[in-house]
């Protein structure tokens, strides 16, 4: 992955962030909280909501929306010939 992309999930980490930092359900504590996160994740990244040139499309809180829509009966099913893992009997189960 790219500097450039990583910057870009992290703005949009940023942003979600932001925008909890400012609900007005959110608690004293979890503000305390949540603006240490902002705070670690632009040192660690060198990135700030005021680079905006590192803005996603759509907002962490949109993708998400929108991925967590029920599966089509299409996209439940496995492609043929598709066996899960630890079930192909040539491979040992691992729970590391």
Not at 12 to 24: Q, Y
Not at 41 to 46: D, I, P, R, S, V
């Amino acid at each position: 992955m790219s500097d450039e992309q990583t910057k870009t999930i992290v703005y949009g980490i940023l942003s979600f962030l932001h925008e909890e930092f400012n609900n007005p359900n959110t608690s004293a504590d979890s503000k305390e909280s949540i603006e240490v996160s902002l705070q670690c994740l632009e040192t660690a990244f060198g990135v700030s909501l005021q680079d905006v040139r590192y803005k996603p499309a759509k907002s962490l809180r949109e993708i998400v929306t929108q991925g967590t829509q029920p599966a089509t009966q299409q996209q439940q099913q496995a492609p043929p010939g598709f066996v899960p893992p630890g079930m192909r009997g040539d491979q040992p189960v691992s729970f590391n």
